[in-house]
């Protein structure tokens, strides 16, 4: 039988961008956990005829949700804040899901906890209800399997894993996928994105939505990686549109950033073979990262591509261009001093 759309389109082109390097190029990402998330509430019982689905999301799970919903006939609520981009916020709305926009952020957390503050009123609301909540759901990490047996299917051992870190779903999720069938070989590279706290830096603000957070989400899992790069906004962008100049992979800001570090571990690491997750497409950044007028404006333009990181010995020093760190598979804990984080 032939799938639903989300189905069909869930699993990601897998792409060759070089000798040792390979893509993952999803239309949207988020489709895998959207769907695992609400395929398992449904095999526990948890998805009842009338129950309200209901999640905090500005950007691309909150429009896996909306077409997963659709399809299933399910209401669901979206808690955002006024940075959605409106012809998202038109898409979701055309899907049938109810956008509520937060108006301030909170004081500590910015506009992510007042995000989660409205979701707890929401929920109380409605009694029942059923809340995904991807940043600390299993099943989110739980629906890659697939993606690490789609990925050794077409191109056999993967020795380096690269990706942007959000929720840490898809990061940690494949690695470990990858790591159960061949091993603890596969070195697993986050990127993320200075002024983000994943990694311990400290709180700031960020253009690049996606990869990197103000609050630390229970499903990152720290111990999975064993590099973190930090990745300018300036650099990301510019990233983005020599991903789409140089092999006409038209994506998002995040896989522009994530394949920058990725071709340079491949070319570090020429023996080994380099995969990187290109998590959505450029649409979405049509008036923005593809528009040099809007990056001279907003002073994010970069002419040149840096060709390799600096690298750090803490986190409190990567930034504010491209760095990176040794993790080395520790601990949050091991790495950043308790009281150090934001
Ligand atoms: C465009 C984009 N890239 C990357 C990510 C990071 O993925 P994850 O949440 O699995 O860490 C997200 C997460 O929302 C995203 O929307």
Same mark, same amino acid.
């Given at each position: 039988?032939?799938?639903?759309?989300?189905?069909?389109?869930e699993l990601?082109?897998?792409?060759?961008?070089?000798?040792?390097?390979?893509?993952?190029?999803?239309?949207?990402?988020?489709?895998?956990?959207?769907?695992?998330?609400?395929?398992?509430?449904?095999?526990?019982?948890?998805?009842?005829?009338?129950?309200?689905?209901?999640?905090?999301t500005?950007?691309?799970f909150?429009?896996?949700?909306?077409?997963?919903c659709?399809?299933?006939?399910r209401?669901?609520?979206l808690?955002s804040?006024?940075?959605?981009?409106?012809?998202l916020?038109?898409?979701?709305?055309?899907?049938?899901?109810?956008?509520?926009?937060?108006?301030?952020?909170?004081?500590?957390?910015?506009?992510?906890q007042a995000?989660?503050?409205?979701l707890?009123?929401?929920?109380?609301?409605?009694?029942?209800h059923?809340?995904?909540?991807?940043y600390?759901?299993p099943?989110?990490?739980?629906?890659? =399997?697939?993606?690490?047996?789609l990925? +050794?299917? @077409?191109?056999? #051992?993967?020795?380096? $894993?690269?990706?942007?870190?959000? !929720? /840490?779903?898809?990061?940690?999720g494949?690695?470990a996928?990858?790591?159960?069938?061949v091993?603890d070989?596969?070195?697993?590279?986050a990127?993320d994105?200075p002024?983000?706290v994943?990694?311990?830096?400290?709180?700031?603000?960020?253009?690049?939505?996606g990869?990197?957070?103000?609050?630390?989400?229970?499903?990152?899992?720290h111990?999975?990686?064993?590099?973190?790069?930090?990745?300018? =906004?300036?650099?990301?962008?510019?990233? +983005?549109r @020599?991903?789409? #100049?140089?092999?006409? $992979?038209?994506?998002?800001p995040? !896989? /522009?950033?994530?394949?920058m570090?990725?071709?340079?571990?491949?070319r570090?690491?020429?023996?080994?073979?380099?995969?990187?997750?290109l998590?959505?497409?450029?649409?979405?950044?049509?008036?923005?990262?593809?528009?040099?007028a809007?990056?001279?404006?907003?002073?994010?333009?970069?002419?040149?591509?840096?060709?390799?990181?600096?690298?750090?010995?803490?986190?409190?020093?990567?930034g504010?261009?491209?760095?990176w760190?040794?993790w080395?598979r520790?601990?949050?804990?091991?790495?950043?001093?308790?009281?150090?984080a934001?």
């Amino acid at each position: 039988m032939a799938p639903t759309i989300t189905g069909a389109l869930e699993l990601p082109r897998i792409v060759r961008l070089g000798p040792n390097l390979y893509g993952a190029a999803f239309t949207l990402m988020k489709l895998l956990p959207a769907r695992h998330i609400l395929d398992r509430a449904d095999g526990e019982g948890r998805l009842e005829p009338g129950t309200v689905v209901i999640e905090s999301t500005s950007g691309t799970f909150g429009l896996a949700l909306a077409m997963e919903c659709r399809l299933r006939g399910r209401a669901l609520v979206l808690v955002s804040d006024p940075a959605v981009d409106p012809r998202l916020r038109r898409r979701l709305r055309d899907l049938g899901a109810a956008v509520d926009i937060v108006a301030e952020p909170a004081s500590v957390g910015g506009y992510q906890q007042a995000r989660l503050d409205r979701l707890a009123e929401l929920r109380a609301r409605h009694p029942r209800h059923f809340w995904p909540a991807q940043y600390s759901n299993p099943d989110n990490p739980g629906a890659y =399997d697939v993606l690490a047996e789609l990925l +050794t299917s @077409a191109i056999g #051992r993967v020795d380096v $894993l690269v990706g942007p870190v959000g !929720s /840490g779903g898809s990061m940690c999720g494949t690695a470990a996928a990858l790591r159960a069938g061949v091993g603890d070989a596969v070195t697993a590279v986050a990127v993320d994105t200075p002024g983000s706290v994943l990694f311990g830096q400290r709180d700031a603000p960020r253009w690049i939505r996606g990869l990197g957070n103000s609050l630390m989400p229970p499903n990152l899992d720290h111990s999975a990686f064993d590099e973190v790069h930090w990745v300018s =906004d300036r650099e990301g962008f510019a990233a +983005t549109r @020599a991903l789409h #100049r140089r092999h006409a $992979l038209y994506m998002g800001p995040t !896989s /522009g950033a994530a394949w920058m570090v990725a071709s340079w571990k491949a070319r570090a690491e020429p023996d080994r073979r380099v995969v990187v997750l290109l998590p959505d497409e450029g649409h979405r950044y049509q008036d923005t990262v593809y528009d040099d007028a809007w990056l001279r404006r907003q002073g994010l333009g970069l002419r040149r591509l840096p060709n390799r990181p600096v690298e750090v010995d803490a986190p409190d020093d990567g930034g504010p261009e491209w760095s990176w760190l040794r993790w080395d598979r520790r601990r949050f804990e091991a790495v950043v001093p308790r009281g150090a984080a934001a």
